[in-house]
């Protein structure tokens, strides 16, 4: 049973356009949520995280919105750029962390020029 | 500041050998974490280290082991490999008592034939 689900394998936008991914969980226990970005051959690279007393959190291009009713999250890229194309994984925590990270299957964002 | 690093980056193994993966953490980080990425998957919680001590589990049978020592470094260790081991082995660490942001190393590819 996936607790954490990115329902949309890839995703095409534009350059210069925004680029919404989404995550859908179903633990009421997790509390921390995380996005991290995956180029092929390295390791995750944390990109933007958001405690569940919050609703949003920016950071440059990017912000998370988490909607904690509909246990549901999301990622906007804006503007998006050639750079930004690679797989991105949602990701929950529960308080103390001791159950570590659980993923998202991923999206793979493509970036069309 | 320097990352997380592991080694080895690539390894072949036979089936029912065993085989150790290396982590180095973070400056300044006293918990790690080990992930098993199949193919096509999100990563999966094998366990977590802090104190030397494992504090937390996932899913994953005995035969998966790790060590933590004290210069927060770690190992993991897999004994009697099978064909579904293949995949990718990320080490992420974070600090203990702070936010739940785990940093990635670059993962070692295992592959058992």
């Known amino acids: 049973d996936q607790q954490v689900k990115q329902n949309s394998p890839s995703l095409s936008v534009q350059e210069g356009r925004i680029s919404i991914l989404n995550c859908d969980y179903t633990n009421s226990m997790f509390d921390y949520f995380l996005w991290y970005k995956k180029y092929p051959a390295e390791g995750p690279t944390f990109l933007i995280s958001?405690?569940?007393?919050?609703d949003k959190n920016e950071d440059g291009r990017f912000t998370v919105f988490l909607n904690k009713s509909a246990k549901h999250l999301s990622l906007h890229i804006v503007p998006s750029q050639p750079g930004d194309s690679a797989v991105y994984f949602c990701?929950?925590?529960?308080?103390?962390?001791?159950?570590?990270?659980?993923f998202g299957k991923g999206t793979h964002l493509i970036i069309q020029p | 500041e320097t990352g997380v690093t592991q080694s080895p980056t690539h390894l072949i193994k036979t089936r029912g050998q065993q085989v150790t993966l290396r982590c180095s953490s973070q400056s300044g980080h006293n918990t790690v974490s080990w992930y098993q990425q199949a193919l096509g998957q999100g990563p999966q919680f094998i366990f977590q280290?802090?104190?030397?001590?494992?504090?937390g589990r996932g899913n994953f049978p005995p035969r998966f082991s790790g060590l933590q020592f004290p210069n927060y470094s770690s190992e993991l260790n897999v004994n009697a490999l099978e064909l579904d081991d293949s995949a990718l082995y990320l080490c992420?660490?974070?600090?203990?008592?702070?936010?739940?942001?785990?940093?990635f190393g670059p993962g070692t590819r295992l592959l058992v034939l």
């Open positions: 992420a660490s974070r600090v203990r008592g702070g936010v739940e942001t785990q940093y």
């Open positions: 990701a929950a925590s529960a308080e103390g962390g001791a159950d570590g990270l659980t």
């Open positions: 280290y802090y104190r030397e001590e494992e504090n």
């Open positions: 958001i405690s569940s007393i919050k």
